[in-house]
Each structure stands twice: as structure tokens, then as C-alpha cells.
């Protein structure tokens, strides 16, 4: 369900905003839905010689989790926001910078999410963490990447079901071809 254009905003968030419609009903009646709209994001899968990067994170509201880089976009450039997460979190950059799989999660809440790869990452900064984050950056070969991937201990529970579906697929090999 995509949020119509007739919605109303009735909230302005710093994440979140919510919007609200008014929509006939099969009886002719009509009902107020509502919907949420979230900040888009960005995740990466880096490789660091031959290595995929893990960050293990701690944020005083969520406690300790394990995810790939990335965040929120704070501008509407999703790549400059990929490149801009990988640097601040893991202190990497790369030149071999590219889109792998955009995802639209739409139900109540409407959320677009960019997964980009980052090959041959080489160490060119300081970290540069927000106050609310602790991360430590580990490099995993791609087994040890996949287990950690499927654990409870992994947070992105949408890039842990696409890692599944291709478990399912028999299309790891394929996977492991794009990222490296």
C-alpha cells in the first residue's frame, strides 16, 4: 500500500511522519486510514581484503546487535549517504562504489532502503561516531559473515531473509560474486 496523494501529513517527525486519508468503503461509507512514512536508509556490504565488515553496536535504546554499516539518509543523494555512513562508522572508503538492491517495505509504514556494495575497502579515516553509538568493526570471512548473518544476534531482519531466500535459492555463489 503506498501512502495516497490525497493524504493529509498530521505529523512531522525527525524519522517518522504520518499521514491520514479518508477512503470509501464498499458499503459507501467512508473511514480514516493511516499511514507512516519513514526516512529512507542505506545499508553496505563492504569487503576489505577479502574480508565482508560486520559491525557489532551498542545504542543506549537498543543494547548490543550486529548489522552492516549504514543509517539513516540525510540527504536525497542515498549513495553520498551510503559513502557517508561507511567513512563515519568504519573509517573505509572505496572507489568501487555500487547499488546492489533497492527495497520498498510498504504496509502502514512506507520505507525505501538502498543496499550498496563497497569493494576493496581500504582504512583512509578516524571513525566518527554519533554519541548514542559504540561499534566495533570486524572482518569476517564470507561462512563467518553468513552464520552471523542468520543469528538472533543480527538486527536487519529484511537482509537476513533476502541471505535466506538465497540459502533457499541455492544463489549464495552468486551473492558471494557480487560483493567481492
Same mark, same amino acid.
Given at each position: 500500500?503506498?501512502?495516497?496523494?490525497?493524504?493529509?501529513?498530521?505529523?512531522?517527525?525527525?524519522?517518522?511522519?504520518?499521514?491520514?486519508?479518508?477512503?470509501?468503503?464498499?458499503?459507501?461509507?467512508?473511514?480514516?486510514?493511516?499511514?507512516?512514512?519513514?526516512?529512507?536508509?542505506?545499508?553496505?556490504?563492504?569487503?576489505?581484503?577479502?574480508?565482508?565488515?560486520?559491525?557489532?553496536?551498542?545504542?543506549?535504546?537498543?543494547?548490543?546487535?550486529?548489522?552492516?554499516?549504514?543509517? !539513516?539518509? +540525510?540527504? *536525497?543523494?542515498? =549513495?553520498?549517504?551510503? #559513502?557517508?555512513?561507511?567513512? @563515519?562508522?568504519?573509517?573505509?572508503?572505496? /572507489?568501487?562504489?555500487?547499488?546492489?538492491?533497492?527495497?520498498?517495505?510498504?504496509?502502514?509504514?512506507?520505507?525505501?532502503?538502498?543496499?550498496?556494495?563497497?569493494?576493496?575497502?581500504?582504512?583512509?579515516?578516524?571513525?566518527?561516531?554519533?554519541?548514542?553509538?559504540?561499534?566495533? !568493526?570486524? +572482518?569476517? *570471512?564470507?561462512? =563467518?559473515?553468513?552464520? #552471523?548473518?542468520?543469528?538472533? @544476534?543480527?538486527?536487519?531482519?529484511?537482509? /537476513?531473509?533476502?541471505?535466506?531466500?538465497?540459502?533457499?535459492?541455492?544463489?549464495?555463489?552468486?551473492?558471494?560474486?557480487?560483493?567481492?
Amino acid at each position: 500500500m503506498a501512502i495516497p496523494k490525497n493524504a493529509k501529513k498530521v505529523f512531522q517527525g525527525i524519522m517518522f511522519d504520518v499521514y491520514q486519508w479518508e477512503q470509501e468503503q464498499f458499503n459507501g461509507t467512508t473511514k480514516t486510514f493511516e499511514a507512516i512514512k519513514r526516512k529512507e536508509s542505506v545499508q553496505i556490504i563492504a569487503t576489505k581484503n577479502n574480508k565482508i565488515i560486520l559491525l557489532e553496536e551498542e545504542q543506549p535504546f537498543t543494547g548490543k546487535f550486529l548489522a552492516l554499516p549504514g543509517g !539513516v539518509c +540525510e540527504t *536525497n543523494n542515498p =549513495e553520498e549517504d551510503a #559513502k557517508r555512513e561507511l567513512q @563515519e562508522e568504519t573509517g573505509l572508503t572505496t /572507489k568501487k562504489f555500487k547499488l546492489w538492491k533497492k527495497t520498498r517495505f510498504s504496509t502502514k509504514i512506507e520505507w525505501n532502503t538502498y543496499y550498496y556494495t563497497a569493494k576493496n575497502c581500504e582504512k583512509t579515516h578516524q571513525t566518527q561516531l554519533d554519541a548514542g553509538e559504540k561499534i566495533t !568493526v570486524h +572482518e569476517l *570471512n564470507f561462512e =563467518e559473515f553468513i552464520k #552471523k548473518v542468520i543469528s538472533e @544476534e543480527f538486527r536487519n531482519k529484511e537482509f /537476513k531473509y533476502m541471505i535466506l531466500q538465497m540459502m533457499h535459492e541455492h544463489k549464495l555463489e552468486e551473492f558471494k560474486q557480487q560483493i567481492f
